[in-house]
């Protein structure tokens, strides 16, 4: 008994695996030929197009939203921004110390500049690499950009936010400059 219930469960596999592979000797297959398609593109429509997402209905470029990282309008925050650009490109570091949040820089690499007198010393002494100025130089102020953490001068090379001064007092401060970062 035991035999015959091991030979059909046996018979019944193999017919079952004959079964699911099927019969593929009268398979075929048809083979299509891919169809080239061309594809053109009006770039100038397309800048044209963009454009006018980005004005608004007076002709005018939309203004950036600053209040995802701050209170003050759009008149200070881009002011602010200036005063950055002109005080670092005339390597005023007096004006660019006092509108630094302490401490910026890091121990380990050698650059913690725990106050103003710290990074006017670390800016004197050390100096920052030249590309910064160019890079700088050639920036503009339309290209200002912000999020939560703050706004960003010179692809990320600057940054800064409100930070509180003491516990009711925000004001805009330098947490990032030229390789030097907010500890």
């Known amino acids: 008994m035991k035999n015959r219930f091991i030979?059909?469960?046996?018979?019944g596999s193999v017919s079952m695996a004959f079964i699911a592979c099927g019969n593929q000797k009268g398979d075929t297959v048809e083979e299509t030929a891919p169809v080239a398609v061309e594809e053109t593109v009006d770039e100038g429509a397309l800048i044209e197009n963009l454009n006018?997402?980005?004005?608004?209905?007076?002709?005018q470029p939309e203004e950036v939203d600053y209040e995802v990282f701050?209170?003050?309008g759009s008149e200070a925050v881009e002011e602010y921004a200036k005063e950055i650009k002109d005080a670092a490109l005339d390597e005023d570091w007096d004006t660019i110390g006092d509108m630094i949040a302490y401490p910026i820089g890091s121990k380990e690499d050698g650059t913690l500049?725990?106050?103003?007198?710290?990074?006017?010393?670390?800016a004197t002494n050390v100096g920052f690499d030249q590309s910064y100025y160019d890079s700088l130089e050639e920036w503009s102020l339309e290209?200002?950009?912000?999020n939560y953490q703050g706004a960003m001068l010179d692809n990320g090379n600057?940054?800064?936010?409100d930070v509180y001064v003491d516990d009711t007092n925000c004001q805009l401060k330098i947490i990032s400059f030229w390789?030097?970062?907010n500890s």
């Open 143 to 146: 290209d200002l950009w912000a």
């Open 70 to 72: 701050t209170s003050k």
């Open 7 to 11: 030979t059909m469960c046996l018979i």
């Open 179 to 181: 390789g030097l970062h």
């Open 52 to 59: 006018e997402e980005v004005e608004s209905e007076d002709n």
């Open 158 to 161: 600057i940054w800064f936010a």
């Open 113 to 122: 500049c725990e106050n103003k007198e710290d990074f006017i010393d670390y």
